[in-house]
C-alpha cells in the first residue's frame, strides 16, 4: 500500500510540472499560426514590405516586453498566479486577434499574446525547474520546448485544415487558440506554488516543506527539513542578495546572454514563421508549401522527444555540441542549394536544420538558463536571457521579409551559417555542464571569481 501511496504522489510532481509546460503548448501554437495568416493578411489590407513586418512581427514585440517585465509577477505574485495570467492573456490575444477589423487593432491583440508568451518563457521553466530533483530537471523542464513544439506542429496542421474555409480562414487559424487557452487557464488552478518561492521570498518554510513532501515521496522527514534548510541558505547568502549585474554573477549572465543570442542567430525563427514563403522561394506551389511547413512541426516534435530523451544521459553541454555540427552542415547544404540551383532538396535540408535545432538549442536553452543563476536571482536571470532571446527574435522577423526582398536566399543562410560556427566557438571554450547539479550546488559551481 505505501509503495502505491508513493507512486500517486510521484504523479503529483509529473502533472505539474505537465500543466505548467502547457504554457508553451500556447506559446508554440501562438508563435506560428500566424505563418498561415500573413500573406492573406498582407493582401487584405494592402501592406507594404514595413507595414507588413510590423504587423507580423508585434507578438514577438510583446514577447519582448513581457519577457523584460514577466520576472516581476513572477517573484512578487507567485509562480502559479502569474502563469494563471498568461492563459488570460492568451484567450483575449486569440479573440482579439480573429475578429479584428484593421491592421492597427491586429497589432493590439497579438502584442497582448506576444506578453503572454514572454512571460511564459520566464515562469514556466522557473517553476518546473524548482520543483524537479536533480537527476529528472532536464527532462521535466525541458517538457516546455516539447509543448512548444508540439504547439507548432498543431498550428502547422490545424492551418492547412482551415486553409479551405474560404477568404475569412485566417481569423479561424488564429481564434482556434481560445480552447486551449481555457484549458491551460483551467489546469492552473489546482497547481502547487514553488516551494523554493515560498521558503525564499515568502519565508513560508513549512509551506515550501509540504510541496517538497508532495514532489518527493521517498524522502525522510531528515532530508526534507535538511533540503529546506539548504534552499533558506542559499537565499540567505548576503553575495547574492544586492545588485543582479554584479562582478559575482557575470559567469550566469554571460551563458544566458550567449545561448539566447546563438538560438535566435540560427535563424529559427525566421524558418518558423515564414516557412511556407521559403518553400514558395524554392518553388513550391502554394499548397505543397502548407504541407511542407507540416513536415517541419513534425520533425522538430521528433527530435525535440530524442533530445529531452537525451538531455539527462548526455547532458546539455554534449547536445550543444551536437546541434551546432548539425546547424553548420544544414544550413551550409541549404546555401548550396539555392545557389547551384538544386532546389529540389531544400524541404530535406530545411528538415535537417530543424532537427539540429530541436536536439540541440531547442531541447537545452530553456533548461539550461533556468539552473545557471542563484535561487534569489534566478527570475532575474531568466528575465534576461528570455528578453535577450525574444529581442532577437523580434528583430529577425521584422528585417526578414525586407532581407527576402533584397537578398538572395543563399545569402541570408551563409549568415545563418556562419553565426553558428561561432556558437560552435562558444559551446567549445565557455559552456558548463549542469547535468545533475542540484540548483544550490549549481549557484556555487558559477560563482565569479
Not at 224 to 232: A, D, P
Amino acid at each position: 500500500m505505501a509503495s502505491t501511496i508513493n507512486r500517486m504522489k510521484n504523479h503529483y510532481l509529473i502533472k505539474s510540472s505537465i500543466v505548467a509546460a502547457l504554457a508553451g503548448f500556447l506559446f508554440g501554437f501562438d508563435t506560428v499560426v500566424i505563418s498561415g495568416a500573413e500573406q492573406t493578411i498582407q493582401s487584405l489590407w494592402k501592406l507594404n514590405s514595413t507595414l507588413h513586418g510590423v504587423a507580423i512581427s508585434m507578438a514577438l514585440w510583446g514577447t519582448v516586453i513581457g519577457s523584460m517585465v514577466g520576472g516581476w509577477p513572477t517573484e512578487k505574485l507567485g509562480r502559479r498566479k502569474t502563469l494563471l495570467g498568461i492563459g488570460v492573456l492568451y484567450l483575449v490575444s486569440s479573440f482579439g486577434s480573429a475578429l479584428a477589423p484593421e491592421v492597427y487593432s491586429f497589432m493590439v491583440a497579438r502584442f497582448i499574446g506576444g506578453l503572454g508568451i514572454g512571460i511564459s518563457t520566464i515562469a514556466a521553466p522557473l517553476f518546473i525547474s524548482e520543483i524537479a530533483p536533480p537527476r529528472n530537471r532536464g527532462r521535466l523542464a525541458g517538457m516546455f520546448q516539447f509543448n512548444i513544439v508540439f504547439g507548432i506542429l498543431v498550428a502547422f496542421f490545424s492551418n492547412s485544415l482551415l486553409l479551405g474555409l474560404g477568404e475569412n480562414s485566417w481569423r479561424w487559424m488564429l481564434g482556434i487558440m481560445a480552447l486551449p487557452s481555457v484549458i491551460f487557464t483551467l489546469f492552473c488552478i489546482w497547481l502547487p506554488e514553488s516551494p523554493r518561492w515560498l521558503i525564499i521570498h515568502m519565508k513560508d518554510n513549512e509551506g515550501g516543506l509540504k510541496v517538497f513532501r508532495k514532489i518527493n515521496p521517498d524522502f525522510t522527514d531528515d532530508e526534507l527539513k535538511t533540503l529546506v534548510q539548504e534552499v533558506e541558505d542559499s537565499g540567505n547568502e548576503k553575495k547574492h542578495a544586492g545588485s543582479f549585474f554584479s562582478r559575482e554573477l557575470m559567469k550566469p549572465i554571460f551563458l544566458a546572454f550567449f545561448i539566447a543570442f546563438f538560438n535566435q542567430l540560427s535563424g529559427i525563427n525566421a524558418v518558423l514563421y515564414f516557412a511556407p514563403r521559403i518553400f514558395e522561394m524554392a518553388g513550391l506551389e502554394s499548397q505543397a508549401a502548407f504541407l511542407q511547413s507540416v513536415g517541419i512541426g513534425i520533425t522538430n516534435l521528433i527530435f525535440t522527444f530524442v533530445g529531452l530523451w537525451l538531455i539527462d544521459r548526455l547532458g546539455r553541454r554534449t547536445l550543444l555540441y551536437i546541434g551546432s555540427f548539425g546547424y553548420i552542415a544544414s544550413l551550409g547544404t541549404t546555401v548550396w542549394a539555392f545557389s547551384s540551383g538544386h532546389t529540389g532538396i531544400i524541404p530535406m535540408t530545411i528538415f535537417a536544420f530543424i532537427a539540429a535545432h530541436a536536439i540541440g538549442q531547442g531541447a537545452v536553452i530553456w533548461v539550461f538558463i533556468s539552473e545557471i543563476f542563484p535561487n534569489r536571482q534566478r527570475a532575474s536571470g531568466q528575465t534576461l536571457g528570455s528578453s535577450t532571446h525574444w529581442l532577437f527574435a523580434a528583430l529577425i522577423t521584422l528585417v526578414f521579409p525586407l532581407m527576402a526582398e533584397a537578398l538572395p536566399p543563399q545569402t541570408i543562410f551563409a549568415i545563418f551559417c556562419g553565426m553558428m560556427v561561432l556558437q560552435l566557438v562558444w559551446v567549445k571554450f565557455f559552456v558548463p555542464e549542469t547535468r545533475g547539479i542540484s540548483l544550490e550546488e549549481m549557484q556555487d559551481t558559477l560563482k565569479s571569481k
